[in-house]
Every structure is written in structure tokens, then in C-alpha cells.
């Protein structure tokens, strides 16, 4: 008789690998698959794709399966796929619940994405979930959601760099879900100046005037709008297509253009 192997399941997050948020994220992938955690030790939001050349990085056995890493989420994704896991790397990777919502030009910020984005560029299948709320966090309907969403994932063959972001909205439950592209919103941008017992100015960064612009079809508007969990497939290719010939018609004095290949 022989046994089905079970998947081997990476999570990891950028809130800390005791948070919240992470904790629901386990238990909700736990029946589907061995997991395996390994997150910053410490909260990293907003970290973005950061990683550690300049510094060791350690990592700490918090229980059996369970490792906090003194780096940032990236960090944490490298070394779980290409140290801890090398030998035996996972089927999938999922990171979060993030404790806030990672939308539209959040991803390019976000810690919670940037782990995943790091476990398909290693390629490794990835999702990163966040719960479009703020405190107090009700994380039951994203874990049940989560769940749904891995098992389908587990199901099929997934192509080594799918890289998915979820968002769940808070305080509901999520009619349905929608898979959308990014939208565009805003916090504001101001800046709060002051100055410190010894006379030095600093400075707070980032708004808290949020809006977003109504685009049918984008996570903003399925999450804040519909309701609804957005789910938005992401690729690695930035490269702005139709601005191509616009600039390959400008005139650079002193170079010669030259086709690309060529």
C-alpha cells in the first residue's frame, strides 16, 4: 500500500512570525499540506523587496517547522527556499494574513507581497493574502478563504512563478470573489515636520487621507465598492510596451539608435 505524499506548504509574512494574522494563515493551510513557517522576527511592513547583502542574517528554531529570521520578508523566503527547504522545496508559497490592505500601488511596497513575489522568483508558486481592514482584525472569513483558494491552487500543476495578490475585505462576509487588475489609489502625501529635544528637525512620511479611483474591474473597487475578494494574478515583465516606439523616435545627439538584437 502506498501513502499520497502530502504538499509541502511554505508560509511566511511581513508582520512578525507570532502575528495574528500569520497564526489563521497556518491553521487555515495546515489540512492540506506539511507547513513550514519562516517569517521576520520582527514587524516589517512596508519593507517592500529589501534583502540583506551588507549583513549575516540568523535564524532562531522557534518549534519544530517554525523559524523566525532577523531580516526582512525577503530574506525570510530566500533562505526557507534555498537553505532550509533546499533539498525538498515546497509545491507553493503563502504569505500573510497582512494586517491591512495591500492594494493597487501598495504591491510595490508591501513586505507581504514582496515575500511571495521572492518565492516565485525562486520558483516557487506564490500567494500573498491581506485583510482590507484595520484594527480590531476579524481574520476568520480571509482564512476560510485562503484555504478554498490553496486547495484549488494544489490541484492542478501551477506554472514556478504564478504569483497571486489577494485582499480580503474586513468587517463582512465577502460576496463571492473577482479576479481583477491593479487599481490606483492614494494616502495623501504629506509630510509632518518637527523638531527633537536637541533641536533637530524630523519628519513623518505617508498620508492617511485615503482614495481611490473608480476603476471597473480593479481590486480597489471589488474590495472597498463590491465587497468582494479581489484576486490579482502579477507578472515580473515592468517593461512599458506601448512606450517603446515613442522613445525610439527620439533624437539623442551624439548616439545612433540602434534595433534591439542588433
Not at 522576527?41 to 549575516?56: N, Y
Request: with cysteine; charged share 20%; hydrophobic share 40%.
Amino acid at each position: 500500500m502506498t501513502s499520497t505524499r502530502r504538499p509541502r506548504i511554505l508560509v511566511s509574512n511581513d508582520d512578525g512570525y507570532f502575528s495574528e494574522g500569520l497564526q489563521a494563515l497556518v491553521e487555515a493551510v495546515s489540512p492540506l499540506g506539511e507547513v513550514w513557517v519562516v517569517a521576520p522576527d520582527r514587524e516589517q511592513s512596508a519593507a517592500s523587496h529589501a534583502i540583506s547583502l551588507h549583513r549575516p542574517l540568523r535564524i532562531k528554531e522557534i518549534r519544530e517547522r517554525w523559524f523566525a529570521v532577523d531580516g526582512t520578508p525577503t530574506d525570510s523566503a530566500y533562505l526557507a527556499i534555498n537553505h532550509l527547504l533546499k533539498d525538498d522545496r515546497p509545491q507553493i508559497m503563502v504569505s500573510g494574513i497582512n494586517h491591512g490592505a495591500n492594494l493597487a500601488d501598495d504591491v510595490t511596497y508591501s513586505g507581504t507581497v514582496a515575500a511571495a513575489m521572492e518565492g516565485a522568483l525562486l520558483g516557487v508558486p506564490a500567494i500573498a493574502f491581506s485583510l482590507a481592514s484595520s484594527a480590531p482584525f476579524d481574520f476568520k472569513p480571509a482564512a476560510r478563504f485562503a484555504r478554498s483558494l490553496v486547495a484549488a491552487a494544489l490541484a492542478r500543476p501551477l506554472p514556478p512563478r504564478m504569483l497571486l495578490n489577494v485582499n480580503i475585505p474586513g468587517g463582512v462576509e465577502p460576496d463571492g470573489y473577482v479576479v481583477t487588475r491593479l487599481g490606483r489609489h492614494s494616502y495623501g502625501y504629506s509630510v509632518v515636520e518637527n523638531v527633537d529635544p536637541r533641536g533637530r528637525k524630523y519628519y513623518w512620511i505617508g498620508g492617511s487621507e485615503y482614495e481611490h479611483e473608480d476603476i471597473p474591474g480593479s481590486d480597489c473597487n471589488a474590495v472597498h465598492l463590491d465587497k468582494r475578494v479581489s484576486v490579482t494574478p502579477l507578472h515580473f515583465d515592468l517593461t512599458d510596451s506601448g512606450r517603446m516606439a515613442d522613445v525610439a523616435s527620439w533624437t539623442l545627439e551624439g548616439f545612433r539608435r540602434v534595433e534591439s538584437g542588433g
